[in-house]
């Protein structure tokens, strides 16, 4: 248990401290605005992806795969057709920001060529699923994992940690959202919900509800 919360803690803390405006502005410095603009976006994805490695390895050595509960069917086929459709908005989402520019492949790929960074201008995105929640990404995973068919203390300790990291770094996000764009960022969240779509909170909550009902019901 020690070792999974040091390394999600730890994991955290460099998912963050990287994603810092002083941590980007430390490497400017030191490395120029060229390399920067090129290079950042694909390092902090890299080093997300490769620092998680002790975090996924640590819950499954680390914490006992005891089964909480199982949904049966039918309710797990409705519960793994929420999940596909999880992954599918998922997938739209990166889409409407550009999947390329947000992994940073785009912006490597000019550096490497010696090309100039093409200069396009900060837009909110505001449409597709961005109209219904301003944090889709946060959103359709939370989705994803709670509905989890079969959920284990692992599993269960994984989505607790992950939904206060999801809720926390939304909140630092809007802060700089705030930042970029002023007013029309705060139009925004008057307008469309941080986590949840407003029309669809209720549901959700009672549909995770009753699943987690079904499973402990039936299985315990």
């Known amino acids: 248990m020690f070792w999974f919360l040091a390394s999600f803690i730890i994991w955290a803390l460099v998912h963050s401290l990287t994603a810092a405006s002083s941590t980007k502005s430390a490497f400017r410095k030191q490395f120029g605005e060229r390399a920067y603009q090129g290079l950042y976006r ?11 490695v002790p975090v996924l390895y640590a819950l499954w ?3 006992p795969q005891v089964t909480l509960w199982t949904i049966p069917y039918p309710w797990r086929y409705i519960t793994m057709g929420i999940q596909l459709l999880a992954l599918g908005g998922l997938t739209l989402s990166l889409w409407q920001t550009d999947v390329w520019s947000f992994a940073g492949l785009r912006q490597a790929l000019h550096y490497l060529r010696g090309s100039a960074q093409p200069q396009l201008p900060d837009q909110l995105v505001v449409r597709g699923t961005y109209s219904w929640v301003r944090h889709p990404l946060y959103f359709f995973s939370l989705l994803f994992i709670w509905l989890n068919p079969d959920m284990t203390l692992a599993s269960l300790l994984f989505n607790i940690l992950a939904t ?24 925004y969240q008057q307008s469309v919900s941080r986590l949840f779509p407003r029309p669809m ?6 549909a995770i509800a009753i699943a987690i009902a079904i499973g402990i019901g039936i299985f315990q």
Do not use: D, K
Request: no cysteine.
């Open 42 to 52: 694909l390092l902090y994805n890299v080093l997300s992806l490769v620092s998680f």
């Open 61 to 63: 050595t680390q914490i």
């Open 164 to 187: 206060l990291y999801f809720w926390i770094g939304s909140i630092y996000e809007e802060r700089r959202l705030l930042r970029a764009f002023g007013p029309t960022y705060e139009a």
């Open 201 to 206: 909170a209720i549901p959700v909550a009672i």
